[in-house]
Antibody
Framework: QVQLVESGGGLVKPGGSLTLSCAAS???????LSWIRQAPGKGLEWVSY????????YYAESVKGRVTISRDNAKNSMSLQMESLRVDDTAVYYC??????????WGQGTQVTVSS | QSVLMQPPSVSGAPGQRVTISCTGN?????????VHWYQQLPGTAPKLLIY???IRPSGVPARFSASKSDTSASLAITGLQAEDEADYYC???????????FGGGTKVTVL
């Protein structure tokens, strides 16, 4: 069983930077790992994902050019570097894992608040 | 505006059957891409409820079922219970966007 724990969220000013981390327990090398966010009172938005080998990466248009996803399978971890943060990036960010058959593994979420 | 359209809310009395639609097009559901459903209880992370159109993961009650027809999918809850009050999301892949996409979500209220 895979467990995912996020860290690194917090309050940041517009234009600032933040790095989110996801620590995993269990075998994750074959899993796609994702960051999925949920703005206050809104639905789910797929922000980014990275394949098990790291060869395939996706970024939503809303964050493209401002975020970088990476993973280290040896350390069972993944991260999301975020720059030029905007107010509308405010959301709970979930670390998530899947093998292609739906997202079976979710972290508890970490809050990112962008405000002056 | 999501490419997968869901009704904002549905409601039903305990014991009733409710259905949630997820309407897509020929670049996602109609193209044969898998549809998955998630349940999000208040204040918690989403949970995988149904995957690959109609398969329930271990531990998901049999009162949850799902199906697909042409460019849409639907989730049914039979024998509605108070603990089913939650937000429900469909998810698939869209070939035009080259992206995994969620529906806008549906709030289920148990009357």
């Amino acid at each position: 069983q895979v467990q995912l724990v996020e860290s690194g969220g917090g309050l940041v000013k517009p234009g600032g930077s933040l790095t989110l981390s996801c620590a995993a327990s269990g075998f994750i090398s074959d899993l796609y790992l994702s960051w999925i966010r949920q703005a206050p009172g809104k639905g789910l938005e797929w922000v980014s994902y990275i394949s098990g080998s790291g060869a395939r990466i996706y970024y939503a248009e809303s964050v493209k050019g401002r975020v970088t996803i990476s993973r280290d399978n040896a350390k069972n971890s993944m991260s999301l570097q975020m720059e030029s943060l905007r107010v509308d990036d405010t959301a709970v960010y979930y670390c998530a894992g899947d093998s292609g058959d739906g997202v079976a593994y979710w972290g508890q979420g970490t809050q990112v608040t962008v405000s002056s | 505006q999501s490419v997968l359209m869901q009704p904002p809310s549905v409601s039903g009395a305990p014991g009733q059957r409710v259905t949630i639609s997820c309407t897509g097009n020929n670049s996602n559901i109609g193209a044969g891409y898998d549809v998955h459903w998630y349940q999000q209880l208040p204040g918690t992370a989403p949970k995988l409820l149904i995957y690959n159109f109609s398969i329930r993961p271990s531990g998901v009650p049999a009162r949850f079922s799902a199906s697909k027809s042409d460019t849409s999918a639907s989730l049914a809850i039979t024998g509605l219970q108070a603990e089913d009050e939650a937000d429900y999301y469909c998810q698939s892949y869209d070939s035009v966007l080259s992206a995994r996409v969620f529906g806008g979500g549906t709030k289920v209220t148990v009357l």
